[in-house]
């Protein structure tokens, strides 16, 4: 197993007494220092003024109770969460997360993955992320309408277009944005736009931004894929989750000419050799919020399973975009088996450090989420300028600026694995790339 530089070890050693239990933290504190023995070596001065230790501390982090009241009119109690993680690079930037699964070591995961992979967009965002142990599976309309002022309530305070500015991610999407939007409106009395991004078109939105996270890891795989003389054309593809990020993933394999045959919610998968049909997909998950099992009930000559993964269904290029460690490393041996040539997390950190261990000692290119899936927050990015400026861009406009975008991050995680002596590996390419724009920012404003 790849492990930390000796130089490095008493920081995480520190990071793990500081933060113990937080295991999804610590693994994301893991890959980025083992990443870092590589900067150390060629560059001591970046260890320097306990940089790296600081940018291992959240700047900020926000516990709040988000008390609500159901639709039978009982008392129902969350807990919400802001990680203002990183503040070098531009205000704290990154989504918010609704699901049971959260809890602070969670948000401080996605908040310290988020610095790094917001600094490779090249934008002016640091990192953060927030997010509620709330449940809106089964909720009604007005009872997420509820919750969502309850939990801005709280937030509103902590949060401005020059200070923080959330988003959505698992569990909130434009819907949940609009009612967080209106009450920090009505709490504040300022038409803030740039305080949120994901917003609905008609109030500030901006074109392509629901697509973006998809398109975007599509458009990085594509190129990662080009650099070794390889596309998406004519390939099978198998990308789990069905959510936001998924619809778009599989809609941009299909544009590019490959064939997606598989996706899968928290229940189970659905197999369709003919390619999965979009409009269908976007009716049961877009329109109807229903469970994918219901893809297999509405088309016949496919298939729904629960048993086993979804990484059983035999594919070139893998699209783990559902949620974290959601792809092991006995997935990954499958899917080695069955000849995949490539992975693109559109996820973030879906991939365990097994499964990424296999699939590099295998020879499969696999592009990392804090790369991959970054289009997403460059698109909200996008979106704050408009804002900015008052403006508003046209689809292909904002596309365009997105591919763009994607293809730079490509070649610069590409080009700095290369300088570090490890070409076509992404993930110390991102890490690598990722923290030295941080740590050059960090360095120019002294120790704070
Ligand atoms: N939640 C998304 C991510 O993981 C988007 C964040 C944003 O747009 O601010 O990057």
């Not at 392509?208 to 593809?237: C, D, H, I, P, S």
């Not at 879906?350 to 590099?360: G, H």
Request: glycine share 12%.
């Amino acid at each position: 197993m790849t492990t930390i530089d000796e130089k490095l070890q008493p920081i995480y050693a520190d990071v793990l007494r500081r933060n113990a239990g937080e295991t999804e933290f610590l693994q994301a504190v893991h890959e980025v220092l083992e990443s870092l023995g590589r900067v150390v070596t060629k560059r001591p001065e970046y260890a320097d003024n306990a940089l790296i230790e600081r940018i291992c501390e959240p700047e900020r982090q926000i516990i709040f109770r988000v008390p609500w009241v159901d639709d039978r009119g009982d008392v129902q109690i969350n807990r919400g969460f802001r990680v203002q993680f990183n503040s070098a690079l531009g205000p704290y930037k990154g989504g918010i997360r609704f699901h049971p699964s959260v809890n602070v070591g969670i948000i401080k995961f996605l908040g310290f993955e988020q610095t790094f992979k917001n600094a490779l967009t090249g934008m002016p965002i640091g990192g953060g992320k927030g997010g509620s142990d709330f449940n809106p599976r089964g909720r009604s309309d007005n009872e997420i309408m509820r919750f969502c002022q309850s939990f801005m309530t709280e937030l509103y305070r902590h949060l401005g277009e020059y200070t923080d500015v959330p988003a959505g991610d698992i569990g909130v999407g434009a819907r949940e944005i609009g009612y967080m939007f209106g009450q920090y409106k009505r709490i504040t009395n300022r038409y803030e736009a740039g305080v949120l991004t994901g917003k609905g078109l008609v109030y500030g939105g901006s074109r392509a931004r629901k697509e973006a996270t998809g398109y975007g890891a599509v458009y990085f795989v594509e190129r990662m894929l080009g650099a070794n003389k390889q596309a998406f054309a004519g390939k099978r593809a198998v990308v789990s989750g069905s959510g936001n990020v998924a619809v778009y993933t599989i809609e941009k394999i299909t544009e590019f000419g490959g064939k997606v045959i598989a996706c899968s919610d928290s229940n189970g998968y659905i197999v369709d050799e003919d390619g999965i049909d979009l409009e269908l997909l976007k009716d049961i998950k877009e329109v109807r919020r229903e469970r994918i099992s219901e893809y297999a009930r509405r088309k016949t000559g496919t298939h729904y399973i629960e048993q086993g993964s979804v990484w059983d269904v035999p594919c070139d290029v893998a699209m783990p975009s559902a949620t974290q460690n959601e792809l092991t490393g006995k997935d990954a041996a499958t899917l080695i088996r069955n000849g995949v040539i490539a992975v693109g997390e559109g996820a973030n950190m879906p991939s365990t450090p097994d499964a990424i261990r296999n699939f590099q000692e295998a020879g499969v290119l696999f592009a990392p989420g804090k790369a991959a899936n970054a289009g997403g927050v460059a698109t909200s990015a996008l979106e704050m300028q408009q804002n900015a400026s008052r403006d508003s861009w046209t689809f292909d406009q904002t596309e365009a600026r997105l591919a763009d975008i994607m293809r730079n991050i490509h070649d610069n995680c590409a080009a700095t694995a290369e300088e570090y002596g490890v070409p076509n590996d992404y993930v110390v390419g991102a890490n690598i790339a990722g923290f030295v724009r941080v740590a050059e920012a960090m360095n120019a404003f002294g120790v704070i």
